[in-house]
């Protein structure tokens, strides 16, 4: 137990569905990340957000959208997806912006048909 | 960041203390040891870090070598419940990747009844 939620654990979504993921830490932590983990590839970040703001895009594609409503939830919106973008989504949290001792949710493993 | 090298893959007896080493010979001195290890099908979850002294919390210890060019991670106690994949990583505090984590392959430890 980490003190960061994510819903939901597993997802599968056709190419033109729109689905969101969510996170939650209640770690009263200011910065949120949302990682990639591909099969047999690096974690990859994708963004960064720091008292709701964002702070780091990381050439993302526009079918994930980010959302930050307040300092303890963020969310990805997920939009015509494709095959490859099947992967686990992870969000982490850290108490400050840039902070390398991160908190990671269980992740959703998503897989796009 | 300096590059770390660590063994693929390492086993424990249950009980056991499992010691965990990395190389990161071109750790320069404002560089920080990271450790976080990776169940498999979850989240990567933190262990410790340290600069120059040894660290020690309720998971593990972390023993830095005088000269920073290597580190041992040590579990104690290693349970089933530690098999999972270690990561050792060398941060720079001062650096702009907003948070970045990258892990290398780190060392798959297997704890055995």
């Known amino acids: 137990e980490t003190g960061v939620t994510q819903t939901p654990r597993h997802l599968v979504m056709g190419m033109t569905n729109k689905k969101s993921l969510k996170c939650e830490q209640h770690?009263?932590?200011?910065?949120m990340y949302w990682y990639k983990q591909s099969a047999k590839k690096p974690l990859e970040l994708m963004f960064v957000?720091?008292?709701?703001?964002?702070?780091e895009n990381n050439s993302v594609p526009s079918r994930f959208s980010p959302e930050c409503p307040n300092s303890s939830h963020l969310f990805l919106h997920l939009h015509t997806l494709q095959p490859e973008d099947s992967a686990l989504y992870l969000c982490?949290?850290?108490?400050?912006?840039?902070?390398?001792?991160?908190?990671f949710g269980p992740g959703t493993r998503l897989t796009v048909t | 960041d300096a590059k770390t090298t660590q063994p693929p893959s390492m086993d424990c007896a249950e009980g056991r203390a499992a010691n965990l080493p990395c190389n990161h010979s071109?750790?320069?001195?404002?560089?920080?040891v990271y450790w976080y290890r990776q169940i498999h099908s979850q989240g990567p979850q933190y262990i410790i870090h340290?600069?120059?002294n040894n660290e020690t919390n309720e998971m593990a210890s972390l023993i830095i070598t005088e000269d920073r060019k290597s580190s041992t991670l040590i579990l104690p106690h290693a349970t089933l419940r530690d098999t999972a994949v270690y990561y050792c990583?060398?941060?720079?505090?001062?650096?702009?990747?907003?948070?970045?984590?990258?892990f290398g392959q780190g060392t798959i430890l297997t704890v055995h009844p």
């Open positions: 982490a949290s850290s108490r400050v912006s840039g902070g390398r001792e991160q908190y």
């Open positions: 770690l009263g932590h200011n910065a």
């Open positions: 957000y720091s008292l709701e703001e964002r702070v």
């Open positions: 071109t750790i320069s001195g404002n560089e920080y």
């Open positions: 340290g600069l120059k």
């Open positions: 990583i060398v941060i720079n505090a001062g650096g702009t990747s907003y948070g970045k984590l990258t």
